[in-house]
């Protein structure tokens, strides 16, 4: 089904969305709706604009293909389902997130991974293809986050901001990168990965690759460096039963 919506403010927008009969659903014209898809099961939906923000907010089970950059917060506080976005997103993208997964081809902006959180089967996956800013993974509690730095291997830099990690208390963290960030906070320990993390780690690159074009033992041929919180941090005492 196809959804004209250059002039639908986000309201009926995601009415129409819900009410499709058909699984699968195409958006043309977007231009900066807020909250498209929340808390949406069950379809399919490509987006050809750019969402504004919240988009997939609370996702629960629906797969959402963005055809050009996303703003802030895509995917907050997600459940199911998966997004990709073939472009590049803005601040907070995964924020909260439990479940499902995010693919996004190029850079994303501040705290991307944010309080992304596992409980029970649920692990969520925020994959980034090109850099990320400040405060990636901060208060991380679970789930994985990968940082490929593509086209910024010759920065001479980790590909990540300032203050990666913050107060991260679970979870992990992954570097594609032959620099460590200069200025990781304490509670952080980070380290060559093992033959164990690459496989892990290859899972979500292949699919990576599988969305957006590369060769993944290619990208994993790089140094992979993995982040995890410290056995001493004092948020994990906080926030972790011990």
Known sequence: MLIQAKDLPFR?????????GEQSVTLQGV???????????????????????AL???????????????QDATGDTMNEGSIRIYGRSGDATGYAMRGGSIYVQGDSGYRAGIHMKAYSAKYPVLVIGGAA????????????????????????????????GTGMYGGKIFLRSA????????????????????EEAYAHVAQYCAYFGGDPHQLMEHRLLVLTPSEESSYKQLYCAQ
């Open 12 to 20: 009926e927008l995601n009415r129409q969305i819900n009410a499709a």
């Open 31 to 53: 231009m900066g709706q807020r909250f498209i898809a929340s808390g949406l099961k069950g379809k399919d939906v490509e987006i050809n604009g750019i969402p504004g923000n």
């Open 56 to 70: 997939g907010a609370y996702l629960d089970g629906a797969h959402i293909t963005v055809r050009g950059n996303a």
């Open 133 to 164: 800013g400040s405060f990636l993974g901060e208060y991380l509690a679970g789930g994985v986050i990968i940082v490929l730095g593509i086209g910024h291997e010759a920065e001479g830099k980790a590909p990540v901001g300032y203050f990666t």
């Open 179 to 198: 620099h460590v960030p200069h200025d990781l906070p304490p509670q952080v320990d980070v380290r060559e990965a093992a033959a164990q993390d690459r």
